[in-house]
């Protein structure tokens, strides 16, 4: 290994090795798997954001006697040392770059299915897209995969519903272990200081606009507030608009909040959440991230047609300049660089996950609970033969995380006395 192979190998070691010591559930299954070998001769097919958590999650299924191949779920996402520390070790194989080609990132997904996988992991179900549109001779020899995120898993229950889905797959991120801490606290947390190291600039006295007030609106709208931004929440379903409301925060439409935000937030799983009719509407100076779904939730393709120039200001930060005059001119808008039919729009990180591709992702904490759920699950599709269709991460696995997680941080909890049971149980009892 030359000398400076062998510097991005540490490199990423270190960083794979801190997050392991904050990884106590995952490296609990690690040792398990080591001693028990659930997964010997198993050929895993994964497509995950390439970075230090990730690779505890591929060395634990390694550990377990499989032979992983991995690539990215996000062109901007890998970090190039882990991805290099990886593809060096036993049994592991590692394709993903840092900032691919759209070609260069469906050539690493045909890439890792050529090793013929029998059980996938995918978050956004690219994996299980290829296989089900060009990669069709593969998919006798599938057991079962893993989806890790929200809108893989509508798109799987999509396919689901049309008869199209001719595998088994466990919703990773419907257990209670993975979406309630995961998608809150770990993208309430993690957003966030993408935004902030991109930007450096403060939160507090802002007006924050969420896109989505579901599990991860509701994560990045809490952590918002508590940095002393006002919050403004624009939603499409009327209960969620209700709990944004109770939760304390002012519910508009989008094109209301256009106007009043300095910083936006996406994080619906959706397309267009912002778009052409909103940037005419927006301060100038504006700052737009998206934590959602790939690079559709901000319409970029609009943003740069109606824009007289785009430069990069900063690592992570495209200025877009639209010139009112030359769109369809609509409201008044107040304006810091004195031309006032000019606004100044800043996106963070190409519209693509501010958290992954302007940071570090979640913390290791919260991606512990994640891939013990992902890890068990994929033992779980080795020890069953399961049946074409989206299933649930048995209630027992995310019972058992969340135990150990408990242990891990020494707190302990009440359990039932036989009295207190049959209480609950009993109908009879009356109130
Ligand atoms: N950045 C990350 O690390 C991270 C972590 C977890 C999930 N995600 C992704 O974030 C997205 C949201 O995940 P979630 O678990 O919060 O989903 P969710 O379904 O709980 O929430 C999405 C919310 O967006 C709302 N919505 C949909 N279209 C909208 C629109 N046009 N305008 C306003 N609101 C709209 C929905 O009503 C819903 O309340 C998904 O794409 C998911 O895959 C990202
Ligand atoms: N792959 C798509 C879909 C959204 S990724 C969202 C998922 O990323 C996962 N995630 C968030 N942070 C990390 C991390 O640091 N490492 C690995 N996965 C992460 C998280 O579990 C969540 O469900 C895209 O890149 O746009």
Redesign the pocket.
């Known amino acids: 290994m030359d000398a400076s192979k062998k510097e991005l190998a540490d490199s990423g070691n270190l960083k794979i090795e801190w997050a392991k010591n904050h990884m106590p559930v995952l490296e609990q299954i690690r040792k398990e798997f080591e001693a028990e070998k659930p997964l010997k001769g198993r050929r895993i097919a994964m497509a ?2 390439v ?4 690779a505890v999650l591929v060395e634990t299924l390694a550990a377990g006697g499989a032979n992983v191949a991995i690539t990215g ?2 062109p901007l ?1 890998t970090q190039d040392d882990v991805a290099y520390a990886l593809d060096c070790k036993e049994n592991i194989s590692c394709c993903a770059k840092y900032d691919c080609t759209n070609a260069e990132y469906y050539e690493a997904i045909d890439k890792v299915l050529d090793m013929e996988p029998d059980i996938t992991i995918d ?2 179900a ?1 994996l299980i897209f290829k296989l089900h549109k060009e990669r069709r001779d593969l998919l006798p020899k599938i057991i079962g995969g893993c989806e ?5 898993i509508h798109r799987l229950m999509a396919m689901q519903k049309e008869g199209a889905l001719e595998m088994a797959v466990l919703a990773v ?1 419907d257990a209670q272990t ?1 979406f309630m801490f ?2 809150r606290y ?2 309430g947390q ?1 957003a966030w200081d993408g935004i902030m190291r991109t930007t450096n600039l403060l939160v507090a006295g802002k007006t924050v606009v969420i896109g989505g007030y579901g599990w991860c609106g509701r994560g990045i709208a809490m952590r918002a507030a508590g940095l002393g931004a006002e919050v403004v929440v624009t939603e499409i379903n009327p209960v969620r608009a209700l709990e944004a409301r109770m939760d304390g925060y002012r519910v508009m439409p989008m094109a209301n909040a256009a106007a009043i935000g300095d910083i936006f937030v996406t994080t619906t799983g959706n397309c267009d959440v912002i778009s052409t009719e909103h940037f005419l509407k927006m301060k100038s100076g504006a700052i737009l991230a998206n934590a ?4 559709v939730e901000i319409d970029l393709e609009g943003l740069k047609k109606m824009s007289t120039d785009i430069k990069t200001v900063r690592k992570n930060i495209k200025e877009y300049t639209i010139n009112k005059n030359q769109t369809e001119s609509r409201e008044q808008n107040s304006n810091k660089s004195g031309n006032k039919h000019e606004i100044k729009i800043n996106v963070l990180a190409d519209g ?2 501010v ?2 591709a302007a940071g ?3 913390p290791a904490e919260v ?1 512990d609970m ?2 013990a759920n992902q890890a068990l699950s994929v033992k779980y599709i080795a020890q069953n033969k399961l049946s074409h269709g989206v299933h649930k991460v048995p209630a027992e696995i995310d019972e058992w995380v969340a135990s150990l997680k408990l242990k891990s941080m020494s707190i302990e909890i009440d359990r039932l006395t036989d009295k207190q049971r049959c209480y609950t149980d009993d109908w009879e009892a009356g109130t």
Request: aromatic content about 6%; overall charge negative; glycine content about 14%.
């Open positions: 995950l954001h970075e230090a958590k990730t779920c996000n996402s978050d956004g690219d890790e995120t929200t809108t893989g991120n993975k995961d998608n770990g993208t993690s959602g779904h790939f690079n693509r996950l958290n992954l570090d992702g979640h991606m994640s891939f």
